[in-house]
């Protein structure tokens, strides 16, 4: 094993700044998943899958001669719609249960929309083309696609955004109300069955932008969903429900550590080193946990 | 055991033998079936009698289908050379050498999951709730991954198992593989069974009810929790070696740690049938696997359509399972005593 991407220096220059900006992405989704994990007390498995339809919006946007850039502003709003959806088909029914229900309820969700999609969009992998050119740094030795960096400012421009509206607006108020104690706010006149909605449905607009911006920098295929579910939980356990500053950091060391393992240990290994390393974050804690006699709950 | 279970177990095991000449086209169906039970039976201990939802055991399976195929082609070829030759018949075994691959293959397939389970097991089984099951879902599809980028066993393009040698045709494979599988679930139930019945079954309950509390009455929670996934895992080897001879091929993620087919369809037939009992998953695989052999059938291409939405309805409006309806249902069948008034006075309140 040789490890080129140490012993030139631009490759590992190269690397950060590809696991950088994609790691605001992952963030992005991520915050989603806490917003419903702290709100609902669920955990959605479907989470990636909702990426991956976000994507093939913006895919179909291009296909029809649309710019997909344009897909960051209609992917979220059909996708709002499609979480309203899931909610009160099948959300609203598993919300003060056991999270394992919820857990193997958006597993069935995810199946189900991995196979609808397939069946919809076809197995092949597809990208939609945005055109933007590339940057060249550092004497032509570092390519970073423009495409890349539009995605990580519309990333940070939603998450901005969001969080303005969570502390300003007032059913972002609401939805943090409900967050902090649902039988409180249900008893001070907010409507809880109407916040679960709405967060859902926001969490399923951030998959959509999510998904939108991977559509134009990355690959989608029907199913690459599960991976993004896994990093987004890595991400949030790491971070910590509630700790915005620290999903973006945590979200941007994924995406380093992700460019770094595809170049040491190749890329047939770059998932596997994903899903291995969830395994090893929470086995790290459950230990540091264990010194105290507490565990993970 | 009364004379009734007596009869009960007699009758069952007469059916099961006799279940390949009855049903001789079957013969394939059959051996998943048996295959099938095998793994809701064992996925209960976790997660009905225990608590702990694991999505994990197919790590098991695949790994004993892999080691099972591993050590009898390597018992008597060149492992690598075989793999490499993706299927072609380059090298033959003889009769005597498949059945003492395939003898020698399930017993290593079934041995070295449950050492893995008992060395992984301090770690992962200090998990609790949700942490524990996305954890053992990581797990399962990390093992599916990097098994398919390991050269010697394949990689991606597949390990085909050896084929079985020319002794009476297919009808005599589809025998010896049903034998093999109603053995391998009659050894099972068994031994879940015998363990049911001791005390053991008490402190996996009391794991599941309140763990902390176990733990202040001196319970050793983590050696029990370790044990019974060693026992969990021991069978879904064997059952993981005996599958991947009976399908002929091994792929990391379709077959082997095949996490959207066969370690929800474990998952999915404990909870139908009733977690948390002994004939739950044994009723549920069996009503599953003719579901899904009817809906598969009539419904090609859809079949993952079909899993979704039984999946969501499973869960959402049937979660105690064919066993607890039937509970609540009979409650004097189950050996609890209901007070005739106190239950007319329920009924009306409803």
Known sequence: MDFLVFQVPMLTVQALLDGLLLGILFALIAYGMALQWGVMNIINIAQGDLVILGGYIAYFMYLYGIHPGWGVIVSPIIMYFVGIGIYKLVINKVVDRDLFISILATFGISILFMQLMNFAFGADVVLANSNYGTTMLFDNSVTLPNSKIFSALISILFAIGLVIYMKKSKLGRAIRA????????????????????????????????????????????????????????????????????????????????????????????????????????????????SRKREYLK | ???????????????????????????????????LIILATTWNIQGGEMGYNSFGNILFYGLG??????????????????????????FVHTPEQFFQGIAAGLIVAAVVPAIVAGLIGYSILGLRGHYFAICTLGLGVAAGEISGGIEIIGAGQGFTTPPFPDVGGLEARGEFFYFLSFLALVLTFIAVRSVYSTRFKLILNAIRDNEDKAEAMGIQTMKYKI????????????????????????????????????GVFMVLMAILGGKGTLWGPVIGATVFHIFKEGFWTF????????????????????????????????????????????????????
């Open chain 2, 227 to 262: 044990i019974g996934w060693m026992i969990s895992a021991f069978f879904c080897g064997l059952a993981g070696g005996i599958m991947g001879g009976l399908v002929g091929y091994i792929d990391s993620t379709d077959v082997a740690f095949d996490g959207r087919e066969m």
């Open chain 2, 65 to 90: 289908m892999y080691l099972c195929a591993s050590v009898q082609v390597g018992m008597f070829f060149p492992l690598a050379e075989w793999t490499e030759s993706g299927g072609e018949k380059t």
């Open chain 2, 299 to 350: 419904f090609l291409g859809w079949q993952y359509v079909a899993l979704g939405v039984l999946i969501v309805v499973i869960v959402i409006y049937f979660p105690e399972g064919i066993m607890g309806w039937l509970r609540e249902k009979y409650p004097e069948k189950f050996g609890e005593v209901v007070d005739e008034a106190d239950r007319k006075a329920q009924v009306e309140l409803k």
């Open chain 1, 178 to 289: 409900t967050a902090q104690n649902a039988r409180a706010a249900k008893i001070l006149g907010v409507d809880t069955e109407k916040v679960y909605a709405a967060t859902f449905g926001i969490n399923a607009a951030l998959c959509g932008v999510a998904g939108a911006l991977i559509s134009i920098t990355f690959t989608i295929h029907p199913y690459m969903g599960l991976p993004y579910t896994i990093r987004s939980f890595m991400i949030v356990i790491v971070a910590g429900l509630g700790n915005l500053p620290g999903v973006a950091l945590s979200g941007m060391g994924l995406g380093v550590f992700e460019e770094f393992a595809d170049y040491i240990l190749g890329t047939e290994f770059r998932i596997g080193s994903v899903f291995l390393l969830l395994v090893l974050i929470l086995v790290y804690r459950r230990f540091k946990l």
């Open chain 2, 1 to 35: 055991m009364n004379k009734n279970n007596l009869i009960l177990y007699s009758i069952i095991l007469i059916f099961g033998l006799g279940a390949p000449f009855i049903f001789p086209a079957f013969k394939v169906q059959l051996s998943i079936l048996c295959v």
